[in-house]
C-alpha cells in the first residue's frame, strides 16, 4: 500500500506523443491563451475607466471576466509545459493547487451567473425600485459572497482529498482532477462521497432554482408586457442564458467523462471536451459580452479609436439634427446643451429649444412643449423617460433614439 505522502507526483497519461505536431498544439494553445487574457483585461478596463458603466450589472460582469482569468491561468500554463514535455509528470502540491483552482473557478462561475440572474430580475420585474434594492453596499455584498464562499468551502474537499492513501499516481486527464485522484484511493472515500452529495444538492441545487425562478418571473413579464418590452427582456438576458448553457454543457461533460466508462469516444474528442468548460468559457464570456451589450461596444471603441471614433459622432450627430430640421425653418433653432435626463440607462443629452416664440418646457410625460402646452412649430416632440425640468441656458439637437414627428409622420434616428 502506498501512503499519500509518499506519492511525489502524478503521471498525466492523455498526451499524445508527436514531436512535430507538439509545436502546432502549442503555438495554438499559446494564442488562445493570450486572446482569453486580452479580451478580459480589455473589457475588466472598459469597466473600470467608464464611469457611465459603474452600475450593477457591468460590476458583476467586471467580477466574470476576473473569474476568467483565474479559471484560465489554472490550466494553460501548466498545459503549455506539458504538451513541450517528454515527461508528463506534476508534483503532487501543484497538482493539488490546480484542483483546487480549477473547482473554485466552476464554483465561483455558477455563483456569479446566479448573482447576474438576480439582478435581471430586479431590473425587469421591479424597474421603479431597482436602484433602492441593488445599493452599492448590496453588490459589495454579493460579489464578495460570490468570491469567498466557494473559496473558503473549497478548502474542505481539498483537505480529504490531500490525506487519502493511494494505490497509484496515474491520472487519464491533461490536467489534475479531484475525482481522478479519489479513484486512486486505497482508503475510506465515504467522507469525500457524502462532501460531494451534499454539495450537490445544496450549492448546485440552490444556484439551479434560484436561476430557474428568476427567468419564470422574468418570462411572466415579458408575455404580460408590450412587445418593446419583450424584446429588450430578450437582448438582456439572452448573453446571460447562453454563458449559463455553454458552461453548463462543459461541466457536464467533465463530470460525465469521471463517473463513466468513455473508452470508445475517440481520445482526441475526450480531451477537446473535458478542456471545454475552461478554454472555451473564458473566451466565450467577454466575445459575447463584448459584442451584444451597446455600451460596452461603443466604449471599447472609443478607448481604441479615441479621437477618431469622437469625429464620426459629431459628423452623424449634424447629419441628424439636419434630418430633424426642416427646409425653411433652420433659423427657428438653436443649439443649446445639458444633459435632461436617462432612458433605459443609457445617457442622452437633449434636444431642441426655440429661438423664437414661447419657450419651451418638460409636460407630465415628456414630451418638449411650448408653456401654453401646444406643440413647438415643426412639430417636433421629444419622448424622454424621466419628466426632468429642462435647463434654463442649454442643450444640443435630436439625440438619437428620439423621434421627430412632423404632419403625421414618424422617423426614428439611430446613433
Known amino acids: 500500500m502506498i501512503n499519500s505522502t509518499q506519492v511525489l507526483f502524478f503521471t498525466l497519461t492523455a498526451y499524445f506523443h508527436s514531436e512535430v505536431l507538439n509545436y502546432v498544439y502549442f503555438t495554438v494553445v499559446l494564442c488562445l491563451y493570450v486572446l482569453i487574457v486580452g479580451s478580459n483585461v480589455l473589457l475588466i478596463v472598459v469597466i473600470c475607466v467608464s464611469s457611465s458603466l459603474h452600475e450593477p450589472m457591468y460590476m458583476f460582469l467586471c467580477s466574470l471576466f476576473v473569474n476568467e482569468l483565474y479559471g484560465s491561468t489554472s490550466l494553460f500554463p501548466l498545459l503549455l509545459v506539458q504538451i513541450l514535455s517528454d515527461v508528463h509528470t506534476v508534483a503532487a ?18 455563483c456569479n451567473l ?3 440572474s ?19 453596499s448590496k453588490i459589495t455584498k454579493l460579489v464578495a459572497l460570490t468570491w469567498l464562499f466557494p473559496l473558503i468551502e473549497s478548502v474542505a474537499g481539498i483537505f480529504l482529498t490531500v490525506t487519502l492513501q493511494l494505490c497509484g499516481n496515474v491520472i487519464d486527464k491533461v490536467y489534475c482532477d479531484n475525482y481522478s485522484i479519489i479513484k486512486l484511493s486505497c482508503s475510506d472515500t465515504t467522507a469525500n462521497n457524502i462532501l460531494g452529495i451534499v454539495y450537490m444538492f445544496t450549492i448546485i441545487l440552490g444556484i439551479i432554482v434560484l436561476i430557474v425562478y428568476t427567468y419564470v418571473k422574468i418570462l ?37 467523462q469521471s463517473r463513466f466508462d468513455v473508452s470508445r469516444v475517440p481520445n482526441a474528442l475526450r480531451v477537446i471536451l ?9 473566451l466565450f464570456n467577454p466575445l459575447l459580452y463584448g459584442l451584444n451589450i451597446s455600451k460596452i461596444r461603443s466604449f471599447s471603441k472609443r478607448l481604441f479609436f479615441g479621437k477618431r471614433n469622437n469625429l464620426e459622432q459629431h459628423n452623424k450627430r449634424k447629419k441628424e439634427r439636419k434630418k430633424c430640421l426642416h427646409e425653411g425653418e433652420e433659423d427657428k433653432y438653436q443649439d443649446k446643451g445639458e444633459e435632461w435626463g ?8 437633449i434636444v431642441v429649444a426655440l429661438k423664437e416664440g414661447p419657450e419651451l418646457r418638460r409636460t407630465g410625460t415628456g414630451i418638449a412643449a411650448r408653456s401654453d402646452g401646444s406643440a413647438p412649430s415643426g412639430g417636433i416632440s421629444i419622448p424622454v423617460k424621466s419628466a426632468v425640468s429642462p435647463p434654463k441656458e442649454e442643450a444640443f439637437t435630436c439625440c438619437s433614439t428620439f423621434h421627430c414627428y412632423r404632419s403625421g409622420s414618424r422617423s426614428q434616428l439611430g446613433h
Open 220 to 256: 411572466k413579464v415579458c408575455f404580460s408586457g408590450s412587445t418593446q418590452t419583450r424584446q429588450k427582456a430578450v437582448s438582456t438576458c439572452m448573453p446571460h442564458l447562453a454563458s449559463l448553457i455553454n458552461f453548463s454543457f462543459g461541466c457536464f461533460f467533465d463530470i460525465f
Open 118 to 136: 438576480y439582478d435581471r430580475y430586479l431590473a425587469i420585474c421591479h424597474p421603479l425600485q431597482y436602484h433602492s434594492l441593488m445599493t452599492p
Open 342 to 349: 436617462k432612458v433605459e440607462g443609457e445617457e442622452l443629452e
Open 93 to 110: 502540491p501543484l497538482c493539488f493547487l490546480q484542483i483546487y483552482c480549477v473547482y473554485t473557478y466552476a464554483h465561483i462561475e455558477f
Open 274 to 282: 473535458s478542456l471545454y468548460f475552461l478554454t472555451c468559457q473564458p
Open 114 to 116: 446566479a448573482v447576474m
